[in-house]
């Protein structure tokens, strides 16, 4: 049936967010195993834990939307204090008042996200520095790039081989010594008999082009074509995707003996839901769950990590303060029920504390596979096979959801826009695809027919676009594709 759909207004020189996807919606009731992990390791009380999941669920939601909205401007977001206070940095003071509209704390800084990312490109296509030199990334709380390094000298000296603006980049003491975390422990895990050590599992996933299951882990604890055993030692599947350095992320399809509820093992902190991937911003708390250390929480410290790991570099990583051991890699980081990503390596141990990166879920997500949702439901539909990029979400009646993954993309061609949604059989979901116009969202293509099965195609020029998933009638999960000019 044709419907108009509800419209965003962004009033000028005022900010309207668009409305906050299902999926970053906080839980009424934290997980307590989850609260009490965060008291034990973030050293707040329970009342400030369940305050601070709060707040971050908010903030990781509004992030990305303040990113486009401010525009150039936008300095990147943080989360500060015991009850995780959302920050948004800027350039230009007159963004204050609309980021407080946001539910922001607003704070004016020199250089804008922008500006530092140009920063960090340049390190990053610098010669590799030497071993004293362990990451560097962007850290808008500090806004600048922070280089870790044991010896300060041979830092500024690659800095400068670089060539990049030295201003923007802030060297801070290191003892780290990062490395993959795949040792021989005992624990639950899933093992490489070929390699002799064992890893951990991160999330159980779907290959979006057949529907064969199996899960996410980290690239460097095994080879395609690998086979690997469950924690019961029994045949469990194959390496079908792995990539490291560079990367660190790797698939492996199980055989017919596994199933998966879309939960992560938490221990002490019980089974935990999976029921989306919003990401956490900088100084938002997160958890990890592996087979050596099992449940340990901290925070994230920054987004984009570079790390000069002894087999090579490996880009795009998230660094945190949540302690890991060997055996850990590829176990699950979460933050309340929205799945970050899976452990690479780092430093330290669970019993001094130390730095642990993780590899971003998005990135082995958006080469074809679709995370497995808890909910007791069955898994999203496995159409629009035809499409370059597939992402599955959950949504519930009369919610929006927009993607990719809760963001917008940008085309420097003229082309065609082509979606597809694929959405569970008695339900009528409707597909939009929109344009950023300079000052709102504007409606460019619409399928708003009767059933749960969508398509659209666009022949647009360059800009920012993005698809908004309407649930008029009906709820649960489905699966989106598109392809960009």
Request: glycine share 14%; net charge negative; hydrophobic share 35%.
């Given at each position: ?42 050293g ?20 990305p ?9 936008y300095?990147?977001?943080?989360y ?67 280089v ?43 093992y490489?008999?070929?390699a ?20 996410t ?18 045949a469990q ?6 990539s ?53 929480c ?64 998005a990135e082995?997500l958006n ?25 599955t ?25 082509a ?15 929109q ?40 709820s ?10």
């Amino acid at each position: 049936m044709l419907r108009t759909p509800a419209l965003v207004a962004i009033a000028i020189g005022a900010l309207v967010l668009t409305p906050v996807p299902a999926s970053a919606a906080p839980t009424a009731e934290p997980p307590q195993g989850m609260v009490d992990a965060m008291e034990r390791d973030l050293g707040i009380t329970q009342d400030q834990a369940i305050k601070r999941l709060a707040n971050e669920a908010h903030g990781n939601a509004t992030a990305p939307d303040l990113a486009k909205q401010l525009g150039d401007s936008y300095a990147g977001a943080w989360y500060e204090g015991a009850e995780g206070t959302f920050v948004v940095g800027t350039v230009k003071s007159s963004d204050s008042r609309a980021i407080r509209r946001a539910g922001a704390q607003a704070r004016v800084v020199a250089r804008s996200l922008a500006q530092l990312n140009g920063v960090k490109e340049g390190l990053d296509k610098a010669a590799r520095p030497s071993s004293s030199v362990h990451s560097w990334g962007v850290s808008p709380q500090d806004n600048a790039i922070v280089v870790a390094a044991s010896d300060a000298a041979a830092a500024q000296a690659w800095i400068a081989s670089a060539g990049v603006d030295a201003a923007g980049v802030k060297i801070v003491e290191s003892a780290e010594q990062p490395k993959p975390l795949a040792d021989i422990r005992g624990g639950d895990a899933y093992y490489i008999p070929a390699a002799g050590y064992r890893c951990s599992v991160g999330f159980a996933a779907r290959r979006t082009s057949d529907n064969a299951l199996g899960f996410t882990t980290a690239g460097h604890c095994g080879d395609v074509g690998q086979a690997t055993n469950g924690a019961n030692q029994q045949a469990q599947g194959t390496f079908r995707v792995s990539s490291f350095p560079g990367d660190d992320y790797a698939w492996v399809e199980t055989n017919s003996s596994w199933t998966a509820p879309g939960v992560v093992n938490g221990y002490s902190a019980g089974i935990l839901p999976v029921r989306g991937q919003t990401v956490t911003q900088p100084q938002g708390s997160i958890c990890r769950s592996g087979s050596t250390t099992q449940w340990h929480c901290g925070t994230v410290t920054s987004l984009g990590q570079t790390v000069n790991y002894p087999e090579g570099t490996v880009s795009g990583l998230t660094r945190t303060t949540v302690c890991a051991e060997g055996g850990d890699s590829g176990g699950a980081f979460i933050t309340n029920d929205q799945a970050q990503g899976m452990t690479s390596g780092g430093s330290g141990n669970c019993t001094s504390g130390g730095t642990t990166y993780f590899q971003p879920l998005a990135e082995i997500l958006n080469r074809g596979y679709t995370l497995v949702l808890a909910g007791g439901g069955p898994n999203p539909p496995t159409g629009c096979a035809a499409y370059n990029e597939k992402f599955t979400a959950s949504i519930s009646s009369g919610q929006n959801q927009y993607h990719p993954n809760n963001s917008y993309y940008y085309s420097s061609a003229s082309g065609t826009h082509a979606g597809c949604l694929d959405g569970p059989d008695g339900t009528d979901f409707d597909l939009y695809l929109q344009k950023w116009n300079g000052s709102s969202w504007a409606t460019v293509a619409t399928s708003n027919g009767s059933g749960p099965d969508e398509s659209t195609s666009y022949n647009g020029t360059s800009g920012y676009y993005r698809y908004r998933v309407h649930a008029y009638s009906g709820s649960g999960s489905y699966t989106i594709g598109l392809n960009r000019p």
